[in-house]
T-cell receptor, first 113, second 113 residues
Framework: EAQVTQNPRYLITVTGKKLTVTCSQN?????MSWYRQDPGLGLRQIYY???????DKGDVPEGYKVSRKEKRNFPLILESPSPNQTSLYFC????????????FGPGTRLLVL | GESVGLHLPTLSVQEGDNSIINCAYS??????FIWYKQESGKGPQFIID?????DKRQGQRVTVLLNKTVKHLSLQIAATQPGDSAVYFC????????????FGKGTKLSVKP
């Protein structure tokens, strides 16, 4: 089944404790992206990747890092999480470009205490 | 600020009625639009898309209308069912931009049995 998977689905952590949220897609998509979704603000793009070793900042990149060493994986790294990063995070992928239909993962709900 | 927005944050309809969800966009250079459905606890799912060279596109029980004159997009759901209850949001691509989608904040559709 074609899908985007994320892990973990739920995470509670404390300020300053580094964490990684994994994202993987099995559709051989070139484009991958991370979003955060907050009430009243909608989806905001954090980082995106056009292909392996090609990443770029989205609208709200501060406090986040990403890497794209393999085509299928696009992990999101929070080096020193803060409470304002408490949010619902989605990974998405599309065949080649960000303006094409993006397929979303199930989401990761993060609480930073 | 976001160039994609929605007129109504919530919409309540009776089961079996037709639903119309609206989206306004402000950039006349937008040339591709997508509607997504997000059910509670899940990631956004693609519903239907439309390019700017079209005025109307139909899917299964859904129709998207594009009025470029007034920069307005609508999603019509025929014979709305309880399973249609979700948040719906539109996304646009601005021609010549980095090519990333810009997402609206969403409208919550509630279907009363």
């Amino acid at each position: 089944e074609a899908q985007v998977t994320q892990n973990p689905r739920y995470l509670i952590t404390v300020t300053g404790k580094k964490l990684t949220v994994t994202c993987s897609q099995n559709m051989n998509h070139e484009y991958m992206s991370w979003y955060r979704q907050d009430p009243g603000l909608g989806l905001r793009q954090i980082y995106y990747s056009m292909n392996v070793e090609a990443t770029d900042k989205g609208d709200v990149p501060e406090g986040y890092k990403v890497s794209r060493k393999e085509k299928r994986n696009f992990p999101l790294i929070l080096e020193s999480p803060s409470p304002n990063q408490t949010s619902l995070y989605f990974c998405a992928s599309s065949l080649r470009r960000g303006w094409e239909t993006q397929y979303f993962g199930p989401g990761t709900r993060l609480l930073v205490l | 600020g976001e160039s994609v927005g929605l007129h109504l944050p919530t919409l309540s309809v009776q089961e079996g009625d037709n639903s119309i969800i609206n989206c306004a966009y402000s950039n006349s250079a937008s040339d591709y639009f997508i509607w997504y459905k997000q059910e509670s606890g899940k990631g956004p799912q693609f519903i239907i898309d439309i390019r700017s060279n079209m005025d109307k596109r139909q899917g299964q029980r859904v129709t998207v209308l594009l009025n470029k004159t007034v920069k307005h997009l609508s999603l019509q759901i025929a014979a709305t069912q309880p399973g249609d209850s979700a948040v719906y949001f539109c996304a646009e691509n601005i021609r010549g931009s980095q090519g990333n989608l810009i997402f609206g904040k969403g409208t919550k559709l509630s279907v009363k049995p």
